[in-house]
């Protein structure tokens, strides 16, 4: 079964400090990967999209990470702010096809001043 | 520019009423998702539009209809509501590239 699990469940974190949010798929054939991040109460804003041949992509303080041979992704934070609190998503696409995206449940990541 | 709107933002409701949720995007997106999101899971998809008079089902349809009023317009309907479909229901779009836009949710309570 095509499937998105994402570790850990919740992070805390202070202020400045650096993290890494993990996600390892199952979904064959591979097409893209993304992350998401969705402020509470608010819908999921994208953050990076990754395709099959890229290993690595930046958005300003956040890096994310690719590897499909082992099927795992990483989102890193660097010198993390206090608006940097927020579930963060992993998706990757569905073979099935009409942009159809499978979700991973988040990483709920607060930073602590 | 607008980008994706829902309305309402909150509802409650009582068990067999209906209602309908509304989208609407303005990027001119052919595509168009309706998803619900409890709590500890990923975001599920209900139904989607590939493209304007087209519909299909997604991973959890039971319970729900759409309509694609024209290509800005995406509706959700609960027939008969279930304490079951207390949710938050987003709406997104995307066109033929890879990114998907996600509207601010409806938070849905069916007591």
């Known amino acids: 079964k095509n499937q998105v699990e994402q570790s850990p469940q919740s992070l805390i974190i202070l202020e400045g400090k650096n993290c890494t949010l993990q996600c390892n798929y199952t979904v064959s054939p591979f097409s893209n990967l993304r992350w998401y991040k969705q402020d509470t109460g608010r819908g999921p804003v994208s953050l990076t999209i990754m395709t099959f041949s890229e290993n690595t992509k930046s958005n300003g303080r956040y890096t994310a990470t690719l590897d499909a041979d082992t099927k795992q992704s990483s989102l890193h934070i660097t010198a993390s702010q206090l608006s940097d609190s927020a579930s963060y998503i992993c998706?990757?696409?569905?073979?099935?096809?009409?942009?159809?995206?499978?979700f991973g449940a988040g990483t709920r990541l607060a930073v602590h001043p | 520019n607008a980008g994706v709107t829902q309305t309402p933002k909150f509802q409650v409701l009582k068990t067999g009423q209906s209602m309908t949720l509304q989208c609407a995007q303005d990027m001119n997106h052919n595509s168009m998702y309706w998803y619900r999101q409890d709590p500890g899971m990923g975001l599920r998809l209900i139904y989607y539009s590939a493209s304007e008079g087209t519909t299909d089902k997604g991973e959890v349809p039971n319970g729900y209809n759409v309509s694609r009023l024209n290509k800005r317009e995406f509706s959700l309907r609960l027939e008969s509501a279930a304490p079951s479909q207390t949710s938050v229901y987003f709406c997104?779009?995307?066109?033929?590239?890879?990114?998907?836009?996600f509207g601010p949710g409806t938070r849905l309570t069916v007591t």
């Open positions: 997104a779009s995307s066109s033929s590239s890879y990114e998907q836009y």
């Open positions: 998706v990757v696409s569905d073979p099935g096809g009409y942009n159809k995206l499978i």
